[in-house]
């Protein structure tokens, strides 16, 4: 993947969440459909083209794979028996390559059919599929202001920090990190589409999806997000699952500045035997007001 997964990524949660956490050793993979931000699913699908160009650029692409034979075809790329037949058999010696591309303009535009076609059914795919994802999320760091607020009840919660492990296989090591743009994510654009359609490449895959659920706006980029992205299982019949991890990938937990009494002593009566190697740190507020933690 090439993204360096950092030494720790941290979770953080309401006490009430961590309890759970804690008590059942499970952890909660959770479907996009349920994220808190509504834009981050509106992807494209290379959709914005105009025909007459597209019939040129459709045009162009065939010539160059039909006269240049060292252009290897995608094995996994869409096969059209008109192209294969003409890369064949054309005599290209006496036909220049400029007055094939406006003989070709009829097959180009037979061809934009072939890709809306591919886009519909990549859409309908990526409808299907994005229900099928189950996503766990980390961030970065672990002094986050913004982060104890939003999801550690205002300071009042926990983090988690969870190290990747690889004795035990860790799925920590399949984290990447999410991208952030104003830029609207696309499946594909639509020149991929045509090039899958001549066969030139392979249509989008895992890997694409996958990019587009580590997709955000740049008005999230604060969070500093890390995310598994893996499929539900087959007895997964809601939109999360409580997925049991291993308690030694947990290293320390840190309170917040704000929890109350009662949540701390739960949380480290908790610890118990199964996460009595944690290191258990209490947040507090440092002259500067950064966020300071000590060992209790």
């Not at 997964?5 to 479907?31: G, H, M, Q, V």
């Not at 999410?178 to 696309?186: H, R």
């Not at 480290?268 to 996460?275: Q, S």
Request: proline content about 5%.
């Amino acid at each position: 993947m090439g993204n360096k997964i950092p030494d720790y990524l941290f979770k953080y949660t309401p006490c009430s969440t961590a309890k759970l956490i804690l008590k059942n050793k499970k952890i909660r993979w959770n479907s996009p459909l349920n994220f808190d931000d509504i834009f981050e699913l509106n992807h494209s699908l290379g959709m914005d083209f105009e025909e007459s160009k597209a019939v040129d650029i459709i045009a162009q692409k065939l010539a160059k794979v039909i006269y240049d034979d060292k252009i290897q075809l995608h094995e996994t790329g869409l096969k059209n028996p008109k192209f294969e037949y003409m890369r064949k058999h054309l005599r290209k010696d006496s036909y220049p390559i400029d007055q094939f591309i406006e003989t070709i303009k009829p097959v180009a535009k037979e061809t934009i059919s072939i890709v809306k076609n591919i886009i519909e059914t990549e859409r309908q795919r990526w409808t299907n599929d994005i229900k099928n994802y189950r996503i766990l999320c980390f961030a970065e760091f672990n002094d986050s202001d913004l982060l104890w607020k939003r999801y550690a009840e205002n300071h009042s919660g926990i983090v988690f920090q969870w190290k990747p492990i690889n004795e035990i296989d860790s799925p920590l090591f399949e984290a990447r990190p999410v991208t952030y743009s104003d830029d609207i994510p696309e499946i594909a654009t639509f020149d991929h589409f045509v090039d899958a359609a001549i066969g030139l490449k392979p249509l989008p895959g895992t890997e694409e999806f996958i990019a587009l659920v580590t997709a955000k706006t740049l008005s999230w980029s604060g969070e500093n997000e890390w995310r598994i992205v893996s499929t539900k299982r087959i007895y997964d019949s809601g939109e999360y699952e409580d997925v049991p991890f291993y308690p030694l990938e947990i290293t320390s937990i840190y309170l917040g500045m704000n929890i109350n009494s009662k949540d701390k002593k739960d949380i480290i009566e908790l610890t118990g035997e199964n996460f009595s190697h944690a290191n258990i740190f209490q947040a507090y507020m440092a002259e500067d007001s950064s966020i300071m933690f000590k060992n209790i």
